[in-house]
């Protein structure tokens, strides 16, 4: 019933630098967050974001560089990446609940995903 699409903000990065990801959902929206999967790798919970935008929470990976955000007038969630790493470079997926839950959460929809690649 949602669909998310991101956009912007994707690409190739030197080491140090920044980046900021934005998903739009077609329709309403719960809790969000991103993912992200390296090539050979699992795909890693990146942060949340409650409906609200008051809560938030990140992977120890990414805590302090990274920020998620939404803003519901928008229909969108954004990632703020920051002195980033090599290691951060995945594919990067917004996802979305579809309904009001207690954690843990579980996401409905999924964005296409943006390619980050971070060189050193």
């Known amino acids: 019933q949602v669909q998310l699409i991101e956009s912007g903000g994707g690409g190739l990065v030197q080491a140090g630098g920044s980046l900021r990801l934005s998903c739009a959902a077609s329709?309403?929206?719960?809790?969000m967050a991103w993912f992200r999967q390296a090539p050979g790798k699992e795909r890693d919970i990146v942060a949340e974001i409650d409906w609200s935008g008051t809560i938030q929470y990140y992977a120890d990976s990414v805590k302090g560089r990274f920020t998620i955000s939404r803003d519901n007038a928008k229909n969108t969630v954004y990632l703020q990446m920051n002195s980033l790493k090599p290691g951060d470079t995945a594919v990067y997926y917004c996802?979305?609940?579809?309904?009001?839950?207690?954690?843990?959460?579980?996401?409905?929809?999924w964005g296409q995903g943006t390619q980050v690649t971070v060189s050193s």
């Open positions: 329709g309403r929206t719960y809790a």
């Open positions: 996802a979305a609940a579809g309904r009001l839950m207690a954690r843990p959460w579980s996401y409905d929809y």
